[in-house]
């Protein structure tokens, strides 16, 4: 992708009636709340019998290494710092949407479904007057990150502005409080920011659904074209598929991987090895065509080892909607958050995405209501063909 691109009128009224005022593009300061434990609000490589042969070698300006069963986070290098998405973002938009749609049913894709895209997205070519079921949809979300097939989607779930504000609440009810949501597809947009900390959350929540689990591990599917034509697509996650000289991960089924010209390389990776789930998160890394997934086979590889006796420095805490204990905030948090911007802050009226949807009821009564409980679907995880891709690179640094 390039850097941002004005938005067409109508796009950024919706994203403006979901967002009055965004933040700054990045910061250096986390959040200022203590979610997950003390620890974490640390700055720096916080962690365990981590070697410096490991540590000298990452150059992400921030990372996480946590146990997907437990919540344990074992390692972490600033996991609270808010840095740009990019489209590690569509973990948040699957864990808000999926569940509202059968994946057999058929939708008929139209102009307006498509306007409003930015400029340089990436895209997985969606047409407008082709009839798509629901799983081709998401495998164009998750194996290409089509920005295309993010927004038809966001247009079937009433709108631009309705998922954005959906997707904020999700983020408050999974207390990802770094996070500020501006559109739904993670592209370069002012101030739309997340962290280490809250797209592992996203990914822990995402991979309890079955079908989420499917979609993030398929490596290559078959996508409708014109008439009774198809062309095969293929995952971008290159440690999933072993492509532009990454090394397949052993036992990896999933996440997310991202990248704009802001946020550069961001990703979150999940393996499995003798039963034991790991989930990684890099952002940002300095150098290196590779890197984001190099630093991120090295975190899981020290996880699967060493890591499996390093002392826990906090925990991936619950969603508020099951049952999880609402973080608490550090002593001045309130003006520290004020100050940079946070969602429902000072700083932009004391609004926020999913308060203009929300309301008064908050994050977890929008997710209990029908909206969130519409036509859940538990289908067996969808499936793709082996093959080669005939789409272009989605996410790829150029």
């Given at each position: 992708?390039?850097?941002?691109?004005?938005?067409?009128?109508?796009?950024?009224?919706?994203?403006?009636?979901?967002?009055?005022?965004?933040?700054?593009?990045?910061?250096?300061?986390?959040?200022?709340?203590?979610?997950?434990?003390?620890?974490?609000?640390?700055?720096?490589?916080?962690?365990?019998?981590?070697?410096?042969?490991?540590?000298?070698?990452?150059?992400?300006?921030?990372?996480?290494?946590?146990?997907?069963?437990?919540?344990?986070?074992?390692?972490?290098?600033?996991?609270?710092?808010r840095l740009a998405p990019a489209s590690t973002l569509k973990m948040l938009f699957a864990d808000t949407v999926l569940g509202k749609f059968e994946r057999a049913e058929r939708y008929r894709v139209t102009d307006a479904d498509l306007a409003g895209i930015p400029s340089g997205s990436s895209l997985v070519g969606v047409k407008p007057g082709i009839t798509y079921t629901v799983e081709q949809l998401w495998q164009g979300v998750f194996l290409r990150s089509g920005n295309d097939a993010v927004h038809v989607l966001a247009h079937m779930n009433g709108g631009i502005a309705r998922t954005v504000a959906e997707m904020q609440a999700r983020a408050e009810d999974l207390q990802a409080l770094d996070t500020h949501v501006v559109s739904p597809d993670g592209f370069?947009?002012?101030?739309?920011?997340?962290?280490?900390?809250?797209?592992?959350?996203?990914?822990?929540?995402?991979?309890?659904?079955?079908?989420?689990?499917?979609?993030?591990?398929?490596?290559?599917?078959?996508?409708?074209?014109?008439?009774?034509?198809?062309?095969?697509?293929?995952?971008?996650?290159?440690?999933?598929?072993?492509?532009?000289?990454?090394?397949?991960?052993?036992?990896?089924?999933?996440?997310?991987?991202?990248?704009?010209?802001?946020?550069?390389?961001?990703?979150?990776?999940?393996?499995?090895?003798?039963?034991?789930?790991?989930?990684?998160?890099?952002?940002?890394?300095?150098?290196?065509?590779?890197?984001?997934?190099?630093?991120?086979?090295?975190?899981?590889?020290?996880?699967?080892?060493?890591?499996?006796?390093?002392?826990?420095?906090?925990?991936?805490?619950?969603?508020?909607?099951?049952?999880?204990?609402?973080?608490?905030?550090?002593?001045?948090?309130?003006?520290?958050?004020?100050?940079?911007?946070?969602?429902?802050?000072?700083?932009?009226?004391?609004?926020?995405?999913?308060?203009?949807?929300?309301?008064?009821?908050?994050?977890?009564?929008?997710?209990?209501?029908?909206?969130?409980?519409?036509?859940?679907?538990?289908?067996?995880?969808?499936?793709?063909?082996?093959?080669?891709?005939?789409?272009?690179?989605?996410?790829?640094?150029?």
């Amino acid at each position: 992708m390039h850097a941002s691109h004005p938005l067409s009128r109508r796009t950024a009224l919706g994203l403006c009636a979901a967002a009055a005022i965004p933040l700054a593009t990045a910061t250096d300061a986390h959040a200022s709340t203590v979610v997950g434990g003390a620890r974490l609000a640390r700055a720096g490589i916080q962690g365990t019998g981590l070697p410096k042969a490991l540590t000298a070698k990452l150059t992400a300006a921030a990372w996480l290494v946590a146990d997907c069963d437990s919540g344990e986070v074992l390692a972490a290098r600033d996991p609270h710092r808010r840095l740009a998405p990019a489209s590690t973002l569509k973990m948040l938009f699957a864990d808000t949407v999926l569940g509202k749609f059968e994946r057999a049913e058929r939708y008929r894709v139209t102009d307006a479904d498509l306007a409003g895209i930015p400029s340089g997205s990436s895209l997985v070519g969606v047409k407008p007057g082709i009839t798509y079921t629901v799983e081709q949809l998401w495998q164009g979300v998750f194996l290409r990150s089509g920005n295309d097939a993010v927004h038809v989607l966001a247009h079937m779930n009433g709108g631009i502005a309705r998922t954005v504000a959906e997707m904020q609440a999700r983020a408050e009810d999974l207390q990802a409080l770094d996070t500020h949501v501006v559109s739904p597809d993670g592209f370069d947009h002012k101030g739309q920011l997340s962290s280490a900390y809250d797209l592992t959350l996203f990914a822990r929540h995402g991979l309890k659904d079955a079908d989420f689990r499917a979609y993030c591990a398929t490596r290559t599917a078959d996508f409708p074209a014109r008439g009774k034509k198809t062309f095969q697509i293929q995952n971008t996650d290159r440690l999933l598929t072993g492509t532009y000289g990454v090394k397949t991960y052993d036992g990896l089924i999933g996440v997310k991987n991202g990248y704009t010209s802001n946020a550069g390389n961001t990703f979150t990776g999940a393996a499995t090895r003798g039963g034991r789930t790991l989930l990684v998160t890099v952002m940002h890394p300095r150098s290196g065509y590779n890197a984001v997934y190099e630093e991120t086979a090295a975190l899981l590889d020290w996880g699967f080892g060493k890591g499996s006796s390093a002392r826990a420095l906090g925990t991936l805490v619950d969603p508020l909607s099951e049952g999880g204990a609402k973080a608490t905030a550090t002593p001045g948090g309130a003006s520290a958050r004020a100050a940079a911007g946070a969602p429902g802050s000072a700083a932009d009226g004391g609004s926020s995405a999913w308060g203009t949807l929300a309301g008064a009821g908050g994050a977890v009564a929008l997710l209990a209501g029908g909206a969130w409980a519409l036509r859940r679907r538990r289908a067996a995880g969808a499936t793709g063909v082996e093959g080669a891709t005939k789409a272009n690179e989605a996410d790829r640094p150029d």
